[in-house]
């Protein structure tokens, strides 16, 4: 007992390999060296023989089991990885003595229940309770915990949860409160502690696993992990039995505390939830579906999950390929087919925080979403073509998320300004239309990425629930993104007076764009919604001739004029003309 220890955790997690590779070695040379030996005799050997080697092996495996359990115990004792020594003082000087002790332990704690099972009075209640008391100052052991829970079983397990929730209304389907969980903290905390920390060692047995996570109620499980500290495993595992519920069993009866329980402990380690939305394509879907995150009967619940978001995907959160494919999965789930979150029952997520927060962590992921809308526009262009894992996501689920996003005004105006970002970043005024294949090509590629952003925001407008002055001003300024590179980057503008009219200039032709589309909504003219966007794409082709004259540049021939405007019209007609009829009639 109090044994004091000091381990250098890079050195010994070396040493622990280096014994596995004994081991390996002197299993596979064994049975040769044991006939060679044996056909040797004792005259060469004496009377030792293989025994030597038996215990070389031996030595090894019993050294590594050593230290590994030293290494488990200094890992919940000291939750760090980080270099060089680390001294801790032990409970147990060895695993065998914590094993013991954790079986001693588990005796009392088992016959307690056996007594409150039949007695169901108070005080048989109170004596299992101090029972597990005695666990208390020994759980940072995980083969004391191993021990206590094997004993147990996972049965007796469940059971002394059971007999704590079965008075506590709805507590086993829909979780405990707060102020209920810290109760039971001081009651079977130490039995949750037990089994978070056996979990997180690798130490329980195959019973403990998908047997135990599937028969036992949800409650159970989130309240274990609201007095522990679980795994990402752990936590991931029950967030997938509570999450994956049908809808149904959770209707807005009661307060749905599972829910603020895994919240709250992904607000604690906001790397697991990166994870399990990387890892389970439905995740994204169940999590954030409208009737979990507005219905959970738990105030300022969706901005809990907002908040949690916020620090699982926000730039260098976690791990960049395991963020990327969390988001994913996110625009898949938000953007599928008969999304809750466009239209249906739920109304509009104006004032969504979580709105707010994808649309403010999306924009670095731009790119591949506008290179989802010219793969399909240009097939011909693999330049320009998604990359793995964007290549999955299909654009009419990119366009849908979007949509999902818009439909709260700060978020829309949060994805309009990532947009034009995006546009800025191409610099395609650096590339002349036409001349040099080379330069040529490489302007081709960036303004079909433009076009592509652009579709992506026209096609996303279209779910989006505003006034008409409103989706007016959005479609106008969407319309410009592929032409408003021409600002100060083709034709450098050294002269801010020149600059300042450069910038009037596209407020110009923002709102001649505008006023075609206002007067199309209002129906003050004959102009059909293929008209108008066939006029919008043909001052944007203008547009482009007027700047290279004005700047003293070459201006295009009529045929290269033509292929400019049926490159505008073919990245950007279908989508205005769509929208403009979605919101016209």
Same mark, same amino acid.
């Given at each position: ?21 004994? =081991?390996?070695? &002197? ?40 230290? =590994? ?90 059971? &002394? ?71 990402? =495993? ?125 649309? =403010? ?5 731009? /790119? ?58 191409? /610099? ?5 239309? *036409?001349?040099?294949? #080379? ?29 008409? /002055? ?9 319309? &410009? &993104? ?46 059909? #919604? ?42 950007? *007609? ?12």
């Amino acid at each position: 007992m109090g044994e004091f220890v000091g381990i250098d955790p890079r050195g010994a997690e070396q040493l622990v390999q280096q014994m596995s590779t004994g =081991k390996n070695v &002197l299993a596979s040379t064994r049975h040769g060296l044991e006939t060679a030996i044996a056909e040797a005799g004792e005259a060469w050997t004496g009377q030792q023989g293989v025994t030597p080697m038996h215990r070389s092996w031996a030595f090894f495996d019993e050294t590594q089991r050593d230290l =590994k359990w030293r290494m488990d115990t200094l890992k919940q004792m000291v939750p760090t990885s980080g270099n060089g020594l680390m001294s801790v003082i032990f409970t147990f000087g060895s695993e065998n003595e914590a094993a013991r002790q954790g079986k001693a332990d588990a005796a009392p704690i088992a016959e307690a229940l056996r007594k409150h099972e039949i007695e169901s009075s108070v005080e048989s209640w109170r004596k299992v309770t101090a029972a597990t008391a005695v666990m208390k100052g020994k759980l940072n052991d995980p083969a004391y915990a191993a021990a206590v829970l094997s004993a147990l079983g996972p049965e007796k397990f469940r059971a &002394l949860f059971m007999h704590w929730m079965k008075n506590r209304g709805p507590a086993m389907d829909k979780g405990l409160s707060p102020n209920a969980i810290k109760e039971g903290r001081e009651t079977l905390g130490p039995l949750a502690e037990a089994y978070a920390n056996a979990e997180r060692a690798g130490r329980l047995g195959e019973e403990w696993q998908g047997p135990f996570m599937k028969a036992t109620q949800p409650g159970v499980l989130t309240a274990i992990v609201a007095m522990s500290k679980p795994s990402t =495993k752990l936590l991931n595992q029950v967030a997938l039995k509570v999450l994956g519920r049908p809808l149904t069993a959770d209707l807005p009866t009661s307060e749905n505390w599972n829910l603020n329980v895994l919240v709250e402990a992904y607000d604690a380690n906001p790397q697991a939830l990166q994870t399990l939305l990387a890892q389970n394509k439905e995740a994204a879907g169940w999590l954030l579906h409208p009737q979990r995150v507005r219905m959970s009967g738990i105030s300022g619940f969706e901005g809990k999950v907002a908040g949690v978001l916020d620090k699982a995907l926000k730039p260098g959160a976690g791990v960049d390929s395991v963020r990327e494919q969390a988001w994913v999965n996110i625009i898949r789930g938000m953007g599928a087919k008969d999304s809750p979150w466009i239209g249906g029952g739920w109304g509009t997520f104006h004032d969504s925080p979580i709105s707010e927060t994808l649309a =403010k962590y999306v924009g670095p992921y731009l /790119d591949q979403l506008a290179r989802g809308q010219s793969k399909r526009d240009s097939p011909d262009l693999p330049s320009t073509f998604p990359t793995s894992p964007w290549d999955s996501v299909h654009t009419d689920e990119a366009s849908r998320f979007m949509g999902g996003l818009m439909q709260d005004k700060d978020a829309a105006q949060t994805l309009m300004k990532a947009s034009q970002d995006y546009t800025q970043s191409l /610099d395609i005024g650096r590339f002349r239309p *036409f001349g040099d294949e #080379a330069v040529q090509a490489e302007y081709t590629k960036r303004e079909a990425l433009a076009g592509g952003a652009a579709n992506l925001m026209l096609s996303g407008s279209t779910h989006a629930e505003w006034s008409d /002055d409103e989706y007016a001003d959005w479609l106008a300024t969407v319309a &410009l &993104l592929p032409i408003s590179w021409l600002s100060n980057k083709y034709w450098p503008i050294q002269d801010a007076t020149v600059a300042t009219a450069r910038d009037a200039g596209l407020d110009e032709a923002k709102d001649g764009f505008k006023g075609l589309i206002t007067d199309y909504l209002d129906k003050k003219t004959p102009a059909t #919604a293929a008209s108008v966007a066939d006029s919008i794409v043909q001052q944007q082709a203008d547009w482009v001739n007027d700047s290279l004259a004005e700047h003293g540049q070459k201006p295009l021939t009529e045929a290269q004029r033509n292929v400019v405007r049926m490159s505008f019209r073919g990245r950007l *007609f279908d989508a205005l003309k769509k929208a403009l009829e979605q919101r016209g009639g």
